[in-house]
């Protein structure tokens, strides 16, 4: 008898995600499909038409399973405005530039980091600038529409019911004030508060199916679609499953195109002691609480190191040789230096690149990894990480990276999980939050070499720079 009990949509930025999950939180089966933009007007767009091509067909292909629940996820930094049953235009996308006098105007009337724990980023990763932007480009006849995050939008293609959630609220996107649960002076002066669609809580029910998405796929019209939420923070529900995180000091770091670092703290949060500008700020989990927060576009920056088309860091049967490369990457420095995504990360205004480049291609994605790793720390650091660090996400699957974080930061506990798909899962365990996941942490050793002379030289060589 088929068992698929659940389903996510989860919409990252590089690549969509439909799976299929059992009642105790077994994943049964997975499609998955490449992001690409598209422009409107010469500006990047979120490609909407073709994600929702493929969710639909991804839904269809799970028509035979007994499904009751659907909940999305996505990534953060995005906003939809839905009028008259549909978007009243493309959403921008957060890598899209705006026009300098976009850019000054927003500086000037942004509320203080101080507020909302949001960053000055670049492009469009406060999303408070896409309204702006779109209020220059659009202007009143798009004044009407009812705004809601990135993940609720899929809710609504789903359901036909638009809600916000905060913890897509609460993503740097200075219009939540961290402190107060509530809009920022920003979003309410700009009268976006006003036309955002009602919060709910990310493990509400929202609405059931659309009966034509229903007749569509062949699901039951019943199927229960849920609110939704930002997909680190559904890593970060993942991660409270296991024992060695849940109610102890620790660092969840999630990785993908971002590696994002949440520190689970009882300490009380001080937005004056975090360095806003070295990309440190505070999510909002789906409970409302400030989650001190790091990152850089770590994921980007090692593709753009190996070059996409090639073999990736962490594919399983190449990690003994680039274990075995680490040796000579430490005897010729052969290193990369911040930053490869300008204005992110903890070092926004360095200019990287390679020294020494390796013409060996297993020493080149070993020295991607010891960079990533390098980075990383430097973003934990300015966090206080301490205790434990728990690595998940695609990255997690490479030894050369996550051996190095145990190099690097001898103080703290590193593990990985052997369950896969932790971003999903988080959203699974919305529906069940007694759900535990399969398996457990293994605990990472540092690698064998001595990192200590290749980290002075790391850090010589950027005050060269």
């Not at 309204?131 to 009812?146: E, H, N, R």
């Not at 939540?176 to 002076?185: C, H, I, L, Q």
Request: glycine share 6%; aromatic share 8%.
């Amino acid at each position: 008898m088929k068992e698929g009990f659940a389903i996510v949509v989860d919409i990252g930025k590089t690549r969509s995600k439909v799976t299929l999950w059992s009642r105790e939180g077994i994943m049964l089966e997975k499609r998955s499909h490449a992001n690409l933009p598209c422009k409107e007007n010469g500006i990047a767009c979120l490609n909407v038409a073709a994600i929702a091509s493929f969710v639909d067909a991804a839904l269809s292909d799970f028509s035979d399973h007994p499904v009751e629940y659907i909940v999305p996820v996505a990534h953060g930094a995005s906003v939809a405005a839905i009028r008259d049953g549909e978007l009243a235009y493309p959403p921008l996308d957060y890598e899209a530039e705006p026009p300098a006098e976009v850019v000054n105007a927003y500086h000037d009337m942004r509320s203080p980091f101080c507020e909302t724990g949001s960053p000055i980023l670049p492009a469009g990763l406060n999303f408070g600038i896409q309204l702006l932007w779109a209020d220059y480009i659009y202007g009143p006849k798009v004044s009407d529409a009812t705004l809601v995050p990135w993940a609720q939008y899929w809710a609504w293609h789903l359901s036909g019911e638009a809600s916000s959630e905060v913890s897509s609220l609460g993503c740097h996107s200075d219009l939540w004030n961290v402190a107060e649960g509530t809009y920022s002076t920003l979003a309410t002066e700009r009268g976006w508060a006003a036309r955002f669609a009602p919060i709910r809580r990310a493990h509400d029910q929202v609405g059931t199916l659309r009966p034509q998405l229903a007749k569509q796929t062949g699901l039951s019209p019943d199927v229960k679609i849920l609110v939704g939420l930002h997909d680190s923070n559904a890593a970060l529900l993942a991660a409270r499953g296991f024992a060695e995180i849940e109610n102890n000091e620790a660092t969840v770091l999630s990785t993908g195109t971002w590696f994002i670092g949440m520190r689970l703290t009882r300490a009380p949060l001080s937005l004056a002691g975090m360095p806003e500008t070295r990309d440190c700020f505070a999510n909002v989990d789906p409970f409302g609480q400030p989650v001190p927060s790091a990152r850089f576009m770590g994921g980007r920056e090692i593709e753009t190191l190996i070059e996409i088309d090639t073999r990736q860091v962490d594919i399983k049967p190449d990690q003994p040789k680039l274990l075995a490369a680490v040796p000579a990457v430490l005897k010729y420095k052969a290193m990369v230096l911040p930053t490869l995504a300008p204005g992110n990360g903890p070092f926004p205004n360095a200019k990287g690149g390679w020294i020494n480049r390796p013409a060996d291609w297993f020493e080149r994605r070993a020295a991607a990894c010891l960079y990533a790793a390098l980075v990383t720390s430097q973003s934990l650091n300015l966090l206080g990480s301490e205790q434990r660090l728990l690595v998940e996400g695609r990255f997690a699957e490479a030894e050369v990276f996550v051996r190095a974080l145990a190099s690097l930061l001898p103080d703290m506990t590193v593990y990985i999980a052997n369950a896969h798909n932790d971003v999903s899962f988080g959203a699974i365990r919305l529906i069940n939050p007694t759900l535990r996941p399969l398996g457990s942490l293994r605990k990472i050793a540092p690698l064998d070499e001595d990192l200590t002379p290749y980290v002075n030289a790391w850090h010589e060589e950027m005050l060269v720079k």
